[in-house]
């Protein structure tokens, strides 16, 4: 982290990783964002923003299967091509991330993120046009926080009782490697929907915390590329939502069951 104009900025690579998404596996390989997934978490103030270079250090093959018929998919672009979106951040258009400005490994793009918005949960994705979505199922989604004075002076749980939650669904083979349903077609996999039968949490199967008896604020993201999810704790017990997408809500509403679609975000303790 170093400071350009009092602005802070960040170097986040790309890389191919290995992770271990459950003990009892060997080490799975997928495409990160600093070497985790999901990727580290950025935060900024609002007003103040921050500034990212984005370095794509991914190989030149991909490992899921490109369909060539999609298009910005078609014969003649490259296997890897990648630029990073943060959904929900308002930039400056050449900052957004648009699908058609894609760079290669061995390249990389600066981003400005002014951060002129109310404090909120957002997220970050690979974005490229015809293959985000395998882009994403490799890994590459990380949490992206806007924090302001407004939300700093309602004294919310913070530092180790404030956790994000970043949930996404996948298939892996026998061999605990990713695993990317197909058509069937050799040159045409694309497959309308996909709805993994294994479910992660910030990365990890049957994930567990060792909580304390306070309050825990969750910043739950979907990072599924179709899934929904109904999410309730298992004795039925209420919890309260803060925040949604963009931002804190006009007060907390007490609620037994939280639906979170695709790219959605939700706050709760």
Not at 154 to 173: A, M, N, Q, S, Y
Request: include cysteine; hydrophobic fraction near 35%; charge should be negative.
């Amino acid at each position: 982290l170093r400071s350009v104009e009092n602005v802070p900025h960040y170097r986040v690579a790309m890389h191919e990783s290995a992770v271990r998404v459950h003990r009892d596996l060997p080490p799975t390989r997928v495409w990160t964002y600093g070497g985790t997934m999901p990727g580290p978490t950025i935060e900024v103030r609002s007003g103040r923003g921050a500034s990212v270079e984005w370095r794509n250090e991914l190989p030149s093959r991909h490992f899921l299967p490109i369909d060539r018929t999609l298009c910005g998919a078609e014969e003649g672009h490259p296997e890897v091509r990648n630029v990073v979106h943060v959904h929900g951040s308002r930039v400056p258009p050449e900052s957004d991330g648009y699908p058609e400005d894609w760079y290669t490994p061995g390249k990389s793009a600066i981003a400005h993120y002014p951060s002129v918005q109310e404090a909120a949960t957002l997220w970050y994705h690979d974005h490229a046009m015809g293959i985000e979505r395998l882009n994403q199922y490799a890994g590459l989604f990380g949490v992206f926080l806007v924090r302001d004075e407004i939300e700093d002076a309602l004294k919310l749980p913070r530092g180790d009782c404030e956790i994000p939650l970043v949930l996404c669904d996948r298939f892996f083979d026998a061999d605990g490697q990713l695993r990317y349903p197909d058509s069937g077609v050799a040159d045409s996999p694309w497959v309308s929907e996909v709805n993994g039968d294994a479910l992660l949490v910030n990365g990890k199967l049957f994930p567990y915390l060792d909580v304390e008896p306070c309050l825990y604020r969750f910043r739950v993201v979907n990072a599924s590329n179709s899934r929904f999810y109904y999410l309730a704790l298992s004795d039925r017990r209420p919890f309260r939502q803060i925040g949604s997408d963009q931002g804190l809500l006009p007060a907390p509403v007490a609620i037994d069951t939280l639906t979170l679609a695709p790219g959605e975000r939700q706050r709760i303790d």
